[in-house]
């Protein structure tokens, strides 16, 4: 089948890629690369992949290429999946005979409620798609096809049973070829990765447990899977050489670090190709390793803090321990590896002392950049479930993001209120970067690299731009609140 591979044009701004573990608009804007829809596109001969937010493509630019196709699947998620389904809507509208199918963590643990909700999509395929968008595209009877949820000829939904979790991960096409074939890369940016990037999966699953964290819930597991080293280098051979002016290469793995003895090798071979790069790690990462990480070429660390407060890291199984997390950012700053630091406010056990203690750990271990979320209990999390039962869970607010794709405080608590959670963003933002040490690094960092200097303006119109946006949101919520 003529197969197209769609990421939807939606909010402006808005970042639905692999990467982002909270689908939304960001504090400065931000693409990563469309991973999951590039894996499915790599096994399909003759595919297209459109990734229309990066490439600042309207429903007038898609809409001609329903007809130049037989397929369509698209990525959806919780916050884009009513978007995603108009533009389904629309796809039909020109071409009535078009499938339509959609992948992703909300159609993987809501199959059937999405295909209730949304009369359009003709299927989803759950959890580990990538096989199973395949053998669609090769117009396999779809009642023979593992994990797909479908509406056969009478209309009845059906839900085939589940296709087994990959262990050869060296059996997946590399990526890159289709970023380079249909994509321009240079259209993708992340504030604390060099520009231009690219980002690649060098395995799935996170030995974690976090209970907010989405992807190992639904779609990768709990049991790290890993592409051989040889096969890894191979496809950063293939991105040197095909991506001109490369600046650094990402592994998105949800914990890059959870091997340590892997992740060394591939460090190594990455010092003899001479490649700057960065990693997901948990914060507990050896200095030794980090020494080799560093020795081949590592740049950063993207580590999930969530908070500085150890009761809350315990009610949400993170398994950290604050004094090994300061340790390891002393260690991290003394070996040269900045951090980019995440953190998230509205966690199980939070109140307006720990969001102070989060801010206070945050200035102490410093990272260089870092990026304040809201809790989102995203349907297939424990979190999810855990905030229904106890009635944390505003349920008119489940689609985590307002009308302009902006994130919103879908939790509350009987001592804090969703008001108090939205505005403690602001605040921790503004504690953190204005503040005279981190405005000289700032300062300094653009006045040695004159592409940093232009970029860190942008940013900067950006990011007051989002403070100023957040700020009218919260005079609205608080009119509302006072109305109500």
Same mark, same amino acid.
Not at 137 to 160: C, F, K, M, P, T
Not at 317 to 327: D, L, P, T
Not at 431 to 447: L, N, V
Not at 469 to 483: D, P
């Given at each position: 089948?003529?197969?197209?591979?769609?990421?939807?044009?939606?909010?402006?701004?808005?970042?639905?890629?692999?990467?982002?573990?909270?689908?939304?608009?960001?504090?400065?804007?931000?693409?990563?690369?469309?991973?999951?829809?590039?894996?499915?596109?790599?096994?399909?001969?003759?595919?297209?992949?459109?990734?229309?937010?990066?490439?600042?493509?309207?429903?007038?630019?898609?809409?001609?290429?329903?007809?130049?196709?037989?397929?369509?699947?698209?990525?959806?998620?919780?916050?884009?999946?009513?978007?995603?389904?108009?533009?389904?809507? /629309?796809?039909?509208?020109?071409?009535?005979?078009?499938?339509?199918?959609?992948?992703?963590?909300?159609? @993987?643990?809501? @199959?059937?409620?999405?295909?209730?909700?949304?009369?359009?999509?003709?299927?989803?395929?759950?959890?580990?798609?990538?096989?199973?968008?395949?053998?669609?595209?090769?117009?396999?009877?779809?009642?023979?096809?593992?994990?797909?949820?479908?509406?056969? @000829?009478?209309?009845?939904?059906?839900?085939?049973?589940?296709?087994?979790?990959? *262990?050869?991960?060296?059996?997946?096409?590399?990526?890159?070829?289709?970023?380079?074939?249909?994509?321009?890369?240079?259209?993708?940016?992340?504030?604390?990765?060099?520009?231009?990037?690219?980002?690649?999966?060098?395995?799935?699953?996170?030995?974690?447990?976090?209970?907010?964290?989405?992807?190992?819930?639904?779609?990768?597991?709990?049991?790290?899977?890993?592409?051989?080293?040889?096969?890894?280098?191979?496809?950063?051979?293939?991105?040197?050489?095909?991506?001109?002016?490369?600046?650094?290469?990402?592994?998105?793995?949800?914990?890059?670090?959870?091997?340590?003895?892997?992740?060394?090798?591939?460090?190594?071979?990455?010092?003899?190709?001479?490649?700057?790069?960065?990693?997901?790690?948990?914060?507990?990462?050896?200095?030794?390793?980090?020494?080799?990480?560093?020795?081949?070429?590592?740049?950063?660390?993207?580590?999930?803090?969530?908070?500085?407060?150890?009761?809350?890291?315990?009610?949400?199984?993170?398994?950290?321990?604050?004094?090994?997390?300061?340790?390891?950012?002393?260690?991290?700053? *003394?070996?040269?590896?900045?951090?980019?630091?995440?953190?998230?406010?509205?966690?199980?056990?939070?109140?307006?002392?720990?969001?102070?203690?989060?801010?206070?750990?945050?200035?102490?271990?410093?990272?260089?950049?870092?990026?304040?979320?809201?809790? /989102?209990?995203?349907?297939?999390?424990?979190?999810?479930?855990?905030?229904?039962?106890?009635?944390?869970?505003?349920?008119?607010?489940?689609?985590?993001?307002?009308?302009?794709?902006?994130?919103?405080?879908?939790?509350?608590?009987?001592?804090?209120?969703?008001?108090?959670?939205?505005?403690?963003?602001?605040?921790?933002?503004?504690?953190?970067?204005?503040?005279?040490?981190?405005?000289?690094?700032?300062?300094?960092?653009?006045?040695?690299?004159?592409?940093?200097?232009?970029?860190?303006?942008?940013?900067?119109?950006?990011?007051?731009?989002?403070?100023?946006?957040?700020?009218?949101?919260?005079?609205?919520?608080?009119?509302?609140?006072?109305?109500?």
């Amino acid at each position: 089948m003529r197969t197209l591979f769609l990421q939807a044009p939606s909010f402006d701004g808005f970042d639905g890629g692999a990467g982002s573990r909270y689908q939304a608009r960001r504090e400065i804007k931000s693409f990563w690369f469309p991973t999951w829809l590039a894996q499915p596109a790599a096994l399909v001969e003759g595919s297209k992949l459109v990734d229309a937010p990066p490439h600042r493509q309207t429903m007038a630019d898609v809409l001609p290429l329903a007809k130049q196709h037989d397929l369509v699947v698209l990525h959806t998620s919780t916050p884009s999946f009513a978007s995603d389904v108009k533009v389904a809507e /629309a796809l039909k509208a020109v071409n009535p005979s078009l499938k339509v199918g959609m992948i992703g963590a909300k159609v @993987a643990v809501q @199959a059937a409620e999405s295909l209730r909700d949304a009369p359009v999509i003709d299927f989803v395929a759950r959890n580990e798609f990538d096989f199973t968008i395949k053998d669609v595209a090769d117009d396999r009877s779809w009642a023979s096809i593992q994990g797909l949820s479908y509406r056969n @000829a009478e209309g009845v939904v059906v839900h085939n049973p589940d296709r087994p979790i990959l *262990e050869d991960m060296d059996s997946l096409p590399f990526v890159s070829p289709v970023y380079r074939r249909d994509l321009t890369y240079e259209n993708y940016f992340i504030g604390y990765l060099k520009h231009p990037y690219v980002s690649i999966y060098t395995g799935r699953g996170c030995k974690s447990r976090c209970t907010f964290c989405l992807w190992p819930q639904t779609v990768g597991g709990h049991r790290y899977r890993t592409r051989s080293v040889e096969n890894v280098i191979e496809e950063i051979r293939y991105i040197k050489a095909n991506f001109p002016g490369l600046k650094e290469i990402f592994f998105d793995d949800d914990t890059f670090t959870d091997n340590l003895p892997r992740a060394e090798a591939i460090a190594r071979e990455m010092g003899k190709l001479g490649v700057t790069w960065s990693c997901n790690a948990k914060a507990n990462v050896p200095r030794e390793t980090l020494k080799v990480l560093k020795d081949g070429g590592l740049r950063l660390l993207l580590v999930g803090y969530e908070s500085g407060n150890q009761q809350i890291l315990h009610n949400i199984k993170k398994g950290m321990r604050i004094e090994v997390a300061k340790k390891f950012s002393k260690d991290c700053a *003394e070996l040269g590896i900045a951090i980019h630091g995440t953190f998230i406010l509205g966690l199980p056990g939070e109140t307006k002392e720990t969001i102070e203690e989060t801010i206070r750990f945050a200035i102490e271990t410093n990272p260089h950049t870092l990026q304040v979320s809201l809790a /989102a209990p995203y349907p297939g999390t424990h979190l999810f479930d855990q905030a229904a039962r106890e009635g944390w869970l505003d349920t008119a607010n489940t689609e985590y993001v307002d009308a302009h794709g902006v994130q919103i405080a879908p939790l509350a608590y009987p001592h804090l209120s969703h008001q108090e959670i939205f505005d403690s963003v602001e605040t921790f933002y503004r504690r953190f970067y204005f503040r005279a040490p981190k405005i000289a690094s700032i300062c300094g960092e653009m006045i040695r690299d004159r592409q940093m200097l232009v970029r860190r303006l942008r940013e900067g119109v950006e990011f007051f731009g989002f403070l100023r946006e957040r700020a009218k949101a919260s005079a609205q919520g608080k009119l509302t609140q006072k109305a109500a």
